[in-house]
């Protein structure tokens, strides 16, 4: 199993200009997430979805847009960039519910300027 | 809403020696899961160690236990041996036990580890 897998790895991006970040999981999980962490601090939850079809905000969903219309994919779709969302972008995804382990992505580091 | 709190950003241990990392919590449910993560320079986030809050007794994976106050709402990682492959970002991380199950994460506690 390749687990979460994200790209790209790394972006720079204009302000104003729009990307997409793609997040594609194996293993079959019902629930996934994206997060972002800024510099020296925790991962904050933008949005998530608990399966196909299903998205709901997260405590930081402004400026961004998601779409889950497979199990294995879950795009964030960011709109007209702004300085503030330069951070790093984690997507994960877990089993419903539990103590169940959410799986990470080895992130994506975004920079707007 | 729930909040995590970490109050050390920095820690450091001598290679071999214990440490222990300070997490807090806030909440009014009773049904939920806490977890530490660990994310080295890498950047991947690793799950170190979970506790179901119904358990009374505190969860232990090899080298790394927790101490969980239920009542005080704490839940502290304590690292026993030390080694330097342990320096690293260290989160606490909350889990309410509903629809979504997303996590609220604490701040970070940056654990460094002298030779």
């Known amino acids: 199993n390749a687990g979460v897998t994200q790209t790209p790895k790394f972006r720079i991006l204009k302000i104003g200009q729009s990307m997409t970040l793609q997040c594609t999981q194996d293993m079959n999980h019902n629930y996934m997430y994206w997060y972002r962490q800024d510099p020296g601090m925790g991962l904050k939850l933008i949005y998530y979805?608990?399966?196909?079809?299903?998205?709901d905000k997260g405590e930081v969903p402004n400026g961004y847009n998601v779409s889950r219309s497979t199990t294995e994919d879950f795009p964030l779709r960011l709109e007209l960039a702004a300085p503030s969302q330069t951070s790093v972008y984690f997507c994960a995804s877990s089993y419903a519910g539990g103590s169940y382990e959410q799986y990470f992505g080895p992130g994506t580091r975004l920079t707007v300027t | 809403a729930q909040t995590v709190t970490q109050s050390q950003p920095e820690m450091s241990v001598q290679e071999a020696e214990t440490v222990t990392l300070s997490c807090t919590y806030d909440t009014s449910e009773s049904d939920y899961y806490l977890f530490w993560y660990k994310q080295p320079p890498s950047r991947q986030m690793i799950l170190v160690i979970r506790q179901e809050a119904y358990k009374q007794q505190n969860a232990t994976e090899n080298r790394f236990s927790v101490n969980f106050q239920k009542a005080a709402k704490s839940f502290s990682l304590k690292i026993s041996d030390s080694q330097l492959g342990d320096a690293a970002m260290y989160f606490c991380a909350y889990r309410r036990n509903n629809a979504g199950n997303m996590l609220t994460f604490g701040g970070g506690t940056r654990l460094m580890v002298k030779p």
């Open positions: 979805s608990v399966g196909a079809g299903i998205t």
